[in-house]
């Protein structure tokens, strides 16, 4: 069975500094990979996927992603972190480019001070 | 970009009462829609699958005849809380598939909090 794990359940970062979020996942083929973001009381916006190809993966506000196979992981960076960059932050698998029954890592808080 | 609604973004019911969560596709066609469930401060889980014009797919553990689904139109489906209790109460978010979209992604809504007194 896949899973997810985001071993880090919080994480309090300075305004401009550099923000690395940790994912390991376990899948027995090759994996659809996905970093959501959610404000409070707000639905998912998708940050990034990746698929297939290029292994460092850019996506929206800033993000980017590198896959490790050899490691399970699929981290998720930005450089320099901004205010509103304060969220849950979500690594999901899924068997397919579909992301039909995407599975959720526990997610991780991102607090960000002045 | 594709959007998805929900409504209500918030419900408050009685215990024993039943409550309907609309997810609608508004500027896309949607064969599949997800729904999951949200425990504060906890990842989501999915629920259901539903898919337009049939059944729903229920993921283990979850009751079909308290979490009602239908899947009427390409555009909208809906999550009926039978016979709610305070353990139900919870944040509930969808997800659609669009159909067009050749990697198929999800799009979620902004989910609804139901709390049930």
């Known amino acids: 069975a896949q899973s997810v794990t985001q071993p880090d359940i919080h994480i309090t970062v300075s305004e401009g500094a550099s923000l690395e979020l940790r994912c390991n996942y376990s899948?027995?083929?090759?994996?659809?990979l996905f970093w959501y973001v959610q404000s409070p009381g707000q639905g998912l916006q998708l940050l990034l996927k990746?698929?297939?190809?290029?292994?460092l993966v850019q996506g929206i506000k800033g993000f980017e992603a590198e896959f490790k196979r050899s490691q399970s992981s699929f981290n998720l960076r930005k450089p320099s972190v901004h205010w509103s960059d304060a969220a849950e932050y979500f690594c999901?698998?899924?068997?397919?480019?579909?992301?039909?029954?995407?599975?959720f890592g526990g997610g991780t808080r991102v607090l960000v001070k002045p | 970009g594709a959007v998805v609604s929900q409504h209500p973004s918030w419900v408050i019911c009685k215990s024993g009462t039943s409550v309907k969560i609309e997810c609608r596709s508004l500027?896309?066609?949607?064969?599949?829609m997800f729904w999951y469930r949200q425990f504060p401060k906890q990842s989501l889980m999915l629920m259901a699958t539903s898919n337009e014009g049939s059944k729903a797919t229920y993921e283990q553990g979850v009751e079909k005849d308290k979490f009602l689904i239908n899947h009427a139109s390409l555009t909208l489906s809906t999550l009926t809380v039978t016979s709610a209790h305070p353990e139900d109460s919870s944040f509930y978010i969808c997800?659609?598939?669009?159909?067009?979209?050749?990697?198929?992604?999800?799009?979620f809504g902004p989910g609804t909090r139901l709390t049930v007194t």
């Open positions: 997800s659609a598939r669009d159909l067009k979209d050749s990697h198929h992604e999800q799009y």
């Open positions: 899948y027995g083929a090759t994996p659809y």
């Open positions: 999901a698998v899924g068997p397919s480019a579909a992301g039909n029954k995407l599975t």
């Open positions: 500027d896309f066609q949607a064969t599949t």
């Open positions: 990746y698929f297939s190809g290029d292994t």
